[in-house]
């Protein structure tokens, strides 16, 4: 009697394991799962940038110049992902900027016989922002593919030494100028976990030309013509969506 329930007890047992064994090979892989990028988030970038600039000086004199520096801020936003793939939103930016440069000017003084002047022309970027709407494309289980467009500011620090032809002493006549814009750029996005992402990409601000600047010093202002500035940035970033 003992035996016999020993043999059917692992009959059954047998035939239990092949079938959930048949229904293991014979059930579908489960399916990567879906980032849905509808929602809100902030996160930080770093980067590089590039300045392309040009002065004309008082004195006439065209020059054209640009320097390279670090970028690094954060960043807030919404998205909306509607029609199955594709994603709207608007993002709100705002870094320091390492970006720097000096080159040699000309100072015109009219009430000296229009006597011009060597000088040592300064311009620094310490601040960019902007605010632009983002459109793209999601595709896969988590890539997002957009571009962006908007308002962009920048803080610019301005500077143009020389010796002064009335006095013989040295003068650094300065401005502190926000100056807006407008802004381009596209990139890539990647979601890696349930609320965080990773991007890569390009941003190209323009912002003008400006002008007449009035550089004032404790002594004499003088008058920088006109600026054009323009920034190109690349950058990497981590988003946490909420």
């Known amino acids: 009697m003992f035996k016999t329930f020993c043999g059917t007890a692992l009959l059954a047992l047998s035939a239990t394991t092949a079938s959930a064994a048949d229904y293991a090979l014979q059930a579908p892989p489960l399916a990567p799962l879906t980032f849905n990028w509808t929602g809100c988030y902030i996160g930080a970038h770093l980067g590089g940038g590039a300045s392309v600039d040009r002065t004309i000086n008082s004195a006439g004199g065209t020059v054209d110049f640009g320097t390279g520096g670090f970028i690094g801020g954060g960043q807030a936003g919404c998205d909306h992902q509607f029609a199955s793939n594709w994603v709207v939103g608007a993002e709100g930016r705002a870094a320091w900027s390492s970006l720097s440069s000096q080159h040699g000017s000309n100072v015109r003084f009219p009430a000296l016989g229009n006597?011009?002047?060597?000088?040592?022309?300064?311009?620094?970027?310490?601040?960019?922002?902007?605010?632009?709407?983002?459109?793209?494309?999601?595709?896969?289980?988590g890539w997002l593919f957009y571009g962006r467009g908007g308002v962009a500011w920048t803080h610019e620090k301005i500077d143009d030494a020389y010796i002064s032809p009335a006095t013989g002493f040295a003068v650094d006549p300065s401005a502190s100028v926000m100056r807006a814009g407008w802004t381009l750029g596209a990139g890539v996005e990647w979601a890696f976990a349930s609320s965080w992402s990773a991007?890569?990409?390009?941003?190209?601000?323009?912002?003008?030309?400006?002008?007449?600047?009035?550089?004032?010093?404790?002594?004499?202002?003088?008058?920088?013509?006109?600026l054009k500035d323009t920034i190109h940035a690349a950058t990497i970033g981590v988003n946490y969506h909420y």
């Open 199 to 226: 991007n890569v990409e390009y941003n190209y601000h323009d912002f003008g030309t400006k002008g007449p600047i009035q550089l004032i010093s404790p002594v004499e202002g003088i008058t920088v013509a006109h």
């Open 115 to 141: 006597l011009v002047v060597p000088s040592q022309f300064g311009l620094k970027n310490d601040f960019l922002a902007s605010v632009t709407a983002r459109f793209g494309y999601a595709y896969g289980s």
